[in-house]
């Protein structure tokens, strides 16, 4: 395993792990709901890509709300291509761990996905999520066009006023456009309904988030 010196910023190209060309192979079905979590998906579903700590209690924040089709864990917003649980770890990818949802807007919002997101965590923290330290566990939103990230843009600013008037600090999400999701290792996916006891990091700031 590579070990990296400083988990608290995000490599360069030329510093990340070279990784690989050929994907992960998963089952491609979805443990909870037998739906495929690849594409295509069914038409009229939109999708966006959401970083908020350790993907397994998110992905499961997810698949739990209504209108939403599909999820799947894996990795964004770094360098390393197709990379590994065990290199993103490393803080040598620039990865961070996230949940791609796919979701019918005729049920469910964006912004009422995003005020989920935004309520299960903490967006202030940096390279980190509570004692999950690290850039794999960085705030993040990727969206998929411009019309998601006016969207995306006006939830930040009305949730920062709300974490203002309660003395918090400043919102650290990183929002950019997707550019490609690594889909994580088949054990990963829907871990916490394989797994009902496992680790869950999940933990929000107590403030509501405004939208939605």
């Given at each position: ?138 705030s993040a939103i990727f969206h998929v066009d ?36 690594y889909y994580a290792e088949e054990y ?25």
């Amino acid at each position: 395993m590579w070990i990296t010196e400083d988990k608290q910023t995000i490599p360069t190209a030329q510093d990340s792990l070279p990784g690989r060309s050929e994907a992960v192979k998963i089952s491609g079905i979805h443990h909870v709901n037998g739906r495929s979590i690849v594409a295509p998906f069914p038409a009229g579903c939109e999708e966006i890509v959401l970083g908020l700590g350790c993907f397994w209690g998110a992905e499961r924040l997810f698949w739990q709300l209504p209108g939403v089709m599909a999820t799947a864990v894996g990795y964004a917003g770094g360098h390393t291509p197709n990379p590994t649980y065990e290199e993103t770890c490393t803080g040598k990818t620039g990865h961070t761990e996230v949940v791609r949802v796919i979701f019918d807007p005729t049920v469910i919002g964006l912004p009422e996905i995003l005020r989920a997101s935004f309520e299960a965590h903490d967006p202030t923290q940096g390279m980190r999520q509570g004692n999950d330290i690290g850039n794999q566990y960085r705030s993040a939103i990727f969206h998929v066009d411009e019309a998601q990230c006016e969207i995306i843009e006006k939830g930040l600013a009305d949730y920062q006023q709300a974490l203002d008037q309660s003395g918090l600090g400043r919102i650290t999400t990183e929002v950019a456009p997707l550019t490609e999701f690594y889909y994580a290792e088949e054990y990963h996916q829907q871990y916490l309904a394989k797994n009902p006891g496992g680790y869950c990091g999940l933990k929000g700031t107590g403030i509501s988030c405004p939208i939605g």
